[in-house]
């Protein structure tokens, strides 16, 4: 491993949020209850925020990563800037390599870990995740797969208009994948080098890094939710500084939110990967934070 990626120190820094004092009196609890899952939106947010204080979350950023040198369109810029999101795309790519080595994963974890740095350097208030290069979903479909002990068939993708001969090449192009992943399964860096792809290794050490430095994540889709899961096997605490923005209807997705234990705040039948589902949780959690 490089000098300049070391995993067990970014593990041995990330700590839970801190636990919000409850409420004094039976009339503030009453009033922290009656808001429903703004009222957990509004806990978690000041556990995150900490001994940073009470904020509105006014710097928001959305950080789109893709594996193929932002070759996938970042076509959310209007809903952004209508919302008041800055959107970050970064590419990390592989050149002429059609699976990574362990050092080329290192190098895309050790990106990530950057990324999330420079945005917590900043002062990010939330960051905003996405995955939106081509490719990934065969990946990200074989590590829910593995990771949540699920079959090909309950992991892969119907897409939208994909008849049943084009699913089942899918389901064997996941079994494969698969296949190539189990026996490195306890080894982490190993496995997103022989299944996943720069974009899932980069989300990965974004994730990890978002958690160490205290930073509040929104997931988008079951790109991010697949990176999610790796994060959450190599430092298990990290997931506490994560939210999943909205489900999809990818079975991917449903199954690596159940394994992370995480609710999503949004259910509206978005399947795109370009970040409109992480997008539309942003008013939700400021809506939180306002009722604080």
Do not use: K
């Amino acid at each position: 491993m490089p000098d300049d990626l070391d995993l067990a120190a970014v593990i041995g820094s990330i700590r839970r949020p801190d636990q919000p004092a409850p409420p004094g009196d039976d009339v503030g609890q009453a009033r922290s209850s009656s808001h429903g899952r703004l009222d957990e939106l509004a806990t978690w947010l000041t556990g995150v925020q900490g001994a940073d204080g009470v904020r509105d979350l006014d710097r928001v950023r959305m950080l789109a990563l893709s594996g193929d040198d932002g070759a996938a369109g970042t076509d959310v810029s209007n809903l952004a800037a209508s919302l008041g999101v800055a959107v970050r795309v970064a590419a990390l790519s592989v050149d002429g390599a059609a699976t990574m080595s362990r050092a080329d994963t290192e190098a895309a974890l050790g990106a990530g870990l950057a990324l999330a740095d420079e945005e917590a350097d900043a002062g990010i208030d939330l960051l905003v995740v996405a995955a939106v290069g081509h490719g990934a979903e065969v990946p990200a479909a074989a590590l829910v797969g593995l990771l949540t002990r699920n079959d090909p068939s309950m992991v892969t993708s119907r897409g939208s208009g994909i008849d049943d001969t084009l699913w089942m090449r899918r389901c064997a192009a996941v079994r494969d994948t698969m296949r190539r992943g189990r026996p490195v399964l306890g080894d982490y860096v190993e496995l997103l080098a022989t299944v996943g792809g720069a974009d899932l290794a980069g989300m990965t050490g974004v994730l990890l890094q978002s958690a160490a430095r205290r930073t509040p994540v929104l997931l988008d889709g079951v790109v991010t939710a697949a990176a999610a899961l790796v994060a959450q096997r190599i430092a298990f605490r990290a997931a506490d500084w994560w939210l999943a923005a909205h489900r999809s209807p990818e079975p991917a997705h449903g199954l690596a939110l159940t394994r992370l234990a995480l609710n999503p705040l949004l259910d509206l039948g978005i399947r795109s990967e370009d970040g409109t589902g992480a997008l539309l949780a942003v008013p939700m959690l400021r809506a939180a934070a306002a009722l604080r």
